[in-house]
């Protein structure tokens, strides 16, 4: 049975690329209805451990469990009701239009040969509103801009009712209207939702908890306002920064002081 939200388990994953390690012993978790984001430098292995969550990458070792379930042990149609993967410059050439590609999401929820229902059209439709690309729904899809691009994918993500939405960089290419209103979508979902986000100001405002990954390791996690410290700044990305409390939302806010850089590990 498909459930709102999904319970994410990830414990004590490694990754690898041939010889290369991308990633080392990994836990996290991300309870029902949470938001947990990703953050951590360009090649920290962000985009990897996601990977493994929506079973692109088999870790060599350790579990991604969902609701209890060993996810690469589930039968793909039974994850792909439940896990929905918004990803890097995902499917960019399909020869589809846009409303199609939303409609795809919906497969997971269909038998082979079923038709659209009205249900599945209303959804649709409603997915392509709520990231404003109602009036893209038969443009071709890969002839939009990056930024159309990627609200279509996540309209499509949207579209197939994930209980665990698993996004890689989601406001990549968005303009800053479009960054708040995706992320305010994925905050007010009833799903789990892990998301690897560059702006710490944006995974402050919009996460519960956030967890920091370097080199491959997980060197710090928690609520934002324990995470993001002028410490970890220079330590994980070797900045010297300044990180209060936004006098109106209470979120940590940073800012960066980019004339008193700091070697990375120096901090
Ligand atoms: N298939 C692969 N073969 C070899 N190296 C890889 C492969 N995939 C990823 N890597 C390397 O693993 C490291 C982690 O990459 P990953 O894409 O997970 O990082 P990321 O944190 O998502 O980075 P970014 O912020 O730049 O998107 C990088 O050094 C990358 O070059």
């Known amino acids: ?6 319970d994410l388990t990830v414990d004590g994953v490694t990754l690898s690329a041939g010889a290369r390690r991308l990633v080392q012993d990994i836990s996290l978790t991300a309870r029902p209805g949470e938001v947990v984001g990703l953050v951590g430098p360009n090649g920290s292995g962000k985009s990897s451990l996601l990977r493994a969550v929506y079973r692109v990458l088999r870790p060599d070792s350790g579990t991604v469990r969902v609701d209890g379930d060993d996810a690469w042990s589930l039968p793909v149609r039974r994850l792909a009701r439940t ?7 995902g499917a960019a050439d399909f020869d589809l239009a846009v409303r199609e590609v939303v409609a795809m999401g919906r497969t997971p929820h269909k038998r082979l040969l079923d038709g659209d229902t009205a249900e599945d059209t209303r ?5 392509l509103a709520s990231v404003d690309a109602a009036d893209l729904a038969d443009r071709p899809f890969d002839r939009l801009s990056g930024g159309e691009r ?3 994918l996540v309209a499509r993500a949207l579209a197939q ?6 996004l890689d960089e989601p406001t990549n290419h968005l303009d800053i209207r479009h960054q708040l209103q995706v992320l305010g979508i994925l905050r007010a979902l009833p799903a789990t939702v892990l998301v690897a986000l560059h702006d710490l100001n ?3 405002y ?6 920091v990954l370097s080199e491959g390791l997980v060197t710090a996690s928690g609520p934002p306002a324990e995470v993001l410290t002028p410490g970890l700044l220079g330590e994980v990305y070797g900045v010297a920064g300044e990180v209060t409390p936004h006098p109106r939302t209470g979120a940590p806010q940073v800012v960066f002081l980019p ?3 700091v070697p990375a590990g120096s901090a």
Do not use: G, K, N
């Open 1 to 6: 049975m498909t459930v709102s939200s999904s």
């Open 83 to 89: 896990v929905a993967a918004v990803v890097q410059d």
């Open 123 to 127: 959804i649709v439709e409603s997915c």
């Open 150 to 152: 990627q609200r279509v």
């Open 161 to 166: 009712r994930p209980s665990l939405l698993v």
């Open 202 to 204: 944006l995974a402050a």
């Open 206 to 211: 919009y996460c519960d908890r956030l967890y």
């Open 259 to 261: 004339e008193e850089r």
